[in-house]
């Protein structure tokens, strides 16, 4: 499975979709207005002094972080106290996640009871017993056949088709399909983004060249939100209204898929336009930043809860 069959599944799903509706007019008036995109990518910033490990412990943070990096929404929504005061979401986890790789070096004793007690904050995280499990399943492989060292492993493999196939065919935890009008659908946001951030961070920390050339879009509920936002995307009524009013949507349904395939499409239409010039990490991040732009109006993200993102 590699990322061509990820762009012709997601096309299928556009070019039958009955709940949504590209606008091509919009897309190419986007990608005609974006001159150039300079965003680094995000641990660039070295959030919580992550730069500060030496590259084969971030390597290990990231695989386990990056396998639960999932479905943060609820009301309230989950928050904890950090360094830097309240947090939601991803960072939230992120600084759960590193003060236990700094305090323990291994998930070889994590229980239950440990496991939330890192995560303890205003509410219980959504998902965390399907949380617990990821973490266990990912230690298990990284024993059993890399010998407790995953950095040793991927070391050699410094471009995104390698390392994104070496992901999949080991952690099963990754896999992120669907099933429409009896095809397969393919995604792996999380597999692709672990791709990306290991070998950013490896370009960063070792100073090899790699090679993120290849991935595609990362579809999950901030990138659909943010395109619906830019009018890159339309929804018909009927999904309009389960979306804007938060009527939680069921995984694997069409709406959910029509709705994720969006992302895919989109980001490798505005690619192909800009004659790959810039790679698909980026065009994710530099939309979901312009899609918080004040003046666009806010419509909710769809709720779908998942471990895929």
């Given amino acids: 499975m590699m990322f061509n069959e990820i762009i012709e599944s997601n096309k299928y799903v556009i070019e039958n979709a009955k709940y949504i509706q590209i606008n091509k007019d919009e897309i190419k008036k986007f990608a005609n207005?974006?001159?150039?995109?300079?965003?680094?990518?995000?641990?660039?910033?070295?959030?919580?002094?992550?730069?500060?490990?030496?590259?084969?412990?971030?390597?290990?943070?990231?695989?386990?972080?990056?396998?639960?990096?999932?479905?943060?929404?609820?009301?309230?929504?989950?928050?904890?106290?950090?360094?830097?005061?309240?947090e939601d979401g991803s960072m939230a986890l992120m600084y759960a996640m590193l003060r236990y790789i700094r305090e323990n070096k291994s998930f070889d004793n994590l229980t239950k009871e440990n496991f939330k007690e890192y995560l303890k904050g205003n509410v219980e995280i959504p998902l965390f017993e399907e949380r617990f499990k990821i973490i266990k399943n990912v230690n298990k492989v990284v024993n059993e056949r890399f010998g407790g060292d995953f950095y040793n492993a991927i070391y050699k493999l410094t471009n995104d088709e390698e390392l994104f196939k070496f992901i999949i065919d080991n952690f099963e935890d990754f896999k992120d399909i669907r099933t429409y009008e009896g095809k397969t659908i393919y995604f792996y946001k999380l597999a692709q983004l672990l791709t990306s951030d290991i070998l950013h961070i490896r370009e960063k920390k070792e100073n090899i060249k790699v090679d993120c050339s290849h991935l595609v879009g990362c579809s999950d509920y901030k990138i659909p939100q943010g395109l619906r936002a830019l009018n890159l995307v339309k929804y018909n009524k009927e999904l309009a209204d389960i979306v804007d009013n938060k009527v939680e949507i069921q995984e694997n349904s069409a709406y959910e898929v029509e709705i994720r395939a969006t992302v895919i499409y989109v980001i490798d239409e505005i690619k192909r336009l800009l004659n790959n010039k810039v790679n698909s990490i980026e065009l994710n991040d530099y939309i979901w930043l312009m899609s918080k732009n004040k003046e666009l109006p806010k419509r909710p993200y769809h709720l779908t809860r998942t471990t895929n993102y």
């Fill in 33 to 86: 207005e974006i001159q150039e995109i300079n965003i680094k990518n995000w641990l660039y910033n070295s959030p919580y002094n992550l730069f500060n490990e030496n590259v084969e412990t971030i390597i290990t943070f990231l695989l386990y972080f990056e396998a639960i990096d999932f479905s943060f929404w609820g009301s309230p929504k989950w928050q904890i106290e950090t360094s830097n005061g309240k």
